[in-house]
């Protein structure tokens, strides 16, 4: 979520169309046609043609690997043949081989029935003597904890962005995660993506050659200061719904940042041809939702908050007098209908997995109330993921049916949140990692509101609110920009960093971390941001508190796959790979009867019409 920097409303009108145009190659003089939509291959650094492989990323799902090259600008005349060999037996084997993008310069590899049982060094190699190693990792099911690493806002300008960002690879590389999450505004730059996402891969490189990475585009990657895509349609005016920029321009973004993920969950063209990438990503025994919560967001154009005198811009309420619930109308789309039926359908499917997380571009409430430098309070912002509620409840309810955890970023501000629908505290934990350089600062620090209920030993602004929209938030931590009396003040001051998420299989516990650039994660003198770590159960991804309990499961093998439905609804409640051999299962509807589901392996045991017991306490595991 961007209010961005840059002129608000100039650069939505810029490249309204398609355009073409002649390149000019920097290596041999001769010309290539392709989209304005690439940019000024000027602006990309000339590089000798041994070294004209940029950088590649990877993902392995379910045996099967897919890795996109980047590469710098080819000439017409050069080879578009790109390959991938592997390390066996000490000498390279070609296994794969593709054909380079001509808008763009990437080239993707997919190739199935891949090993994940031992690590693979890779090549990607071109005729022109240019070569990428890396290593594609082993996948580390065995492990006891899966550690993720994930960052947002790749600013290079105000914030501390000039700053090098060589700190945040040395430190990562310490930690040596096991995945990678790029969760939205890798690139800034609006008119030259290939350009600036060859930089990002420049200062990245050395951490993702070497395992699994995901990068999401968020609204700057694809060219706007923010983003309703309303399905993909081409618009004027960012507000009313839909992409701004060329839908080549989209594309290619999306070719260049997602080609690499598992295949979509659906390939059905959206509007301008533009399609879909949400899809899962299994590894480590964590089962990843990777979802766009910008391309099917509807547009808030038609609200004429400018009109109503509620604010000054189409997408921010400034005044006080407003309902919450006169914003709250159908028709208006979070994720999107396909998506929310990918999550219901995703959150079923356990084969394999120990723990559920879904991972976004931006949070799902509006955990922010003051942004920019100059410090401007508002009271609604609708580029939040907390607009519109029907659709960010939708979303968390069928995140909760299956206890999973929320990665997240975009705000400029890191938080812990634990989401609310009915009550606070009924459902997921999110945890909005911090930019690691932030451009556009943003507080959390409501106005006219005192929290229903502290957290005790929290910050100051912690506790349960409402959101600017009326949804309510548990706040547990947040790094509001404050003088640190670090060096270089224009970073730190703003609160800089990355977010690590370990996962651990054994105790089904997940605790967040909160690192500042330029500080030693391995250090046991080094300081998270203050309200980090902070330690959640499984379990504690579903808070709601329970009407009754059904009968205690008692299963012959560990760790089997409970799923229970309520009978008067025929709705599945929840579906979770429980820990251990006993658990109660908690249900919410004392009237009703239930079928449990209980399957170890490939063996399920069915049994219907079970009726509740008296309501208990909710207890933690211990």
């Keep these: 979520m961007k209010s961005s920097s840059f002129p608000y409303r100039s650069l939505l009108f810029l490249f309204a169309s398609a355009s073409i145009f002649v390149l000019t190659s920097l290596a041999s003089g001769k010309t290539y046609p392709a989209l304005l939509a690439v940019g000024d291959r000027s602006k990309i650094a000339d590089v000798p043609r041994d070294k004209v492989i940029a950088f590649a990323l990877y993902t392995v799902h379910k045996n099967k690997l897919k890795l996109t090259a980047q590469l710098y600008p080819l000439a017409k005349d050069e080879s578009h043949k790109l390959f991938l060999?592997?390390?066996?037996?000490?000498?390279?084997?070609?296994i794969a081989e593709t054909t380079v993008h001509p808008i763009g310069w990437s080239a993707t590899f997919t190739v199935p029935q891949w090993d994940t049982r031992q690590d693979h060094s890779y090549r990607v190699r071109h005729a022109l003597g240019s070569t990428f190693t890396g290593m594609i990792r082993k996948d580390p099911r065995h492990k006891?904890?899966?550690v993720v690493a994930a960052f947002t806002g790749n600013s290079p300008g105000p914030g501390g962005g000039k700053i090098s960002k060589k700190d945040v690879v040395i430190n990562v590389n310490k930690i040596n995660p096991d995945i990678l999450f790029f969760t939205g505004d890798q690139v800034y730059n609006h008119f030259q993506h290939t350009a600036h996402w060859i930089k990002f891969g420049e200062t990245f490189k050395d951490i993702i050659r070497n395992r699994p990475t995901v990068t999401i585009p968020d609204d700057h990657d694809v060219g706007q200061g923010n983003l309703w895509g309303g399905g993909g349609g081409k618009v004027k005016i960012d507000t009313q719904g839909g992409y701004t920029r060329p839908a080549e321009y989209v594309k290619m973004v999306e070719r260049q940042q997602t080609s690499h993920l598992p295949d979509p969950w659906s390939k059905k063209p959206l509007k301008q041809g533009i399609t879909s990438y949400y899809t899962s990503l299994l590894w480590g025994e964590i089962d990843f939702a990777i979802v766009e919560d910008r391309k099917f967001k509807s547009g808030c154009y038609d609200f004429d908050i400018v009109k109503k005198k509620l604010g000054p811009r189409p997408d921010h309420i400034a005044k006080p007098n407003y309902n919450p619930q006169d914003f709250d109308v159908p028709g208006k789309k979070l994720l999107g209908d396909?998506?929310?039926?990918?999550?219901?359908?995703?959150?079923?499917?356990?084969?394999?997995?120990?723990?559920?997380s879904l991972v976004s571009q931006t949070i799902f409430s509006m955990a922010s109330t003051y942004h920019s430098k100059g410090k401007t309070?508002?009271?609604?912002?609708?580029?939040?993921?907390?607009?519109?509620?029907?659709?960010?409840?939708?979303?968390?309810?069928?995140m909760r049916r299956c206890f999973a955890f929320h990665i997240c970023g975009d705000q400029h501000l890191a938080t812990i949140v634990q989401y609310g629908i009915d009550?606070?505290?009924?459902?997921?934990?999110?945890?909005?990692?911090?930019?690691?350089?932030?451009?556009?600062?943003?507080?959390?620090?409501?106005?006219?509101?005192?929290?229903?209920?502290?957290?005790?030993g929290g910050q100051e602004h912690t506790g349960d609110y409402l959101d600017g929209f009326g949804n309510k938030l548990t706040v547990f931590a947040h790094t509001n920009p404050m003088k640190t009396g670090r060096e270089p003040a224009a970073l730190h001051d703003r609160m800089p960093g990355f977010g690590v998420i370990e996962f651990n299989k054994k105790t089904r516990r997940i605790t967040m971390n909160c690192w500042p650039r330029m500080v030693d994660p391995t250090d046991p003198q080094s300081k998270q941001y203050p309200g980090w770590p902070r330690t959640v159960h499984q379990y504690d991804n579903f808070g709601k508190a329970s009407a009754a309990v059904l009968p205690v499961i008692r299963a012959k093998a560990n760790d089997p796959v409970v799923q229970i439905i309520n009978?008067?609804?025929?709705?599945?409640?929840?579906?979770?790979?429980?820990?251990?051999?006993?658990?109660?299962?908690?249900?919410?509807?004392?009237s009703a009867s239930y079928t449990v589901k209980v399957t170890s392996g490939k063996d399920t045991r069915i049994q219907k019409g079970v009726k509740p017991l008296a309501p208990m306490p909710d207890k933690k595991p211990q």
């Design 144 to 146: 006891r904890t899966i």
């Design 338 to 356: 396909g998506q929310i039926r990918f999550l219901n359908t995703w959150a079923t499917q356990w084969q394999g997995v120990k723990m559920k």
């Design 423 to 456: 009550d606070w505290r009924d459902a997921n934990y999110a945890f909005c990692v911090p930019s690691i350089a932030n451009l556009w600062p943003r507080w959390w620090i409501p106005k006219g509101q005192k929290p229903r209920r502290t957290i005790p």
């Design 377 to 398: 309070f508002y009271y609604a912002d609708f580029d939040a993921g907390g607009w519109p509620q029907r659709g960010r409840n939708k979303a968390i309810d069928a």
């Design 567 to 590: 009978e008067k609804t025929g709705k599945i409640v929840y579906t979770l790979r429980i820990l251990g051999k006993v658990y109660q299962p908690k249900v919410f509807d004392r």
């Design 85 to 94: 060999d592997v390390k066996r037996d000490g000498a390279w084997k070609q």
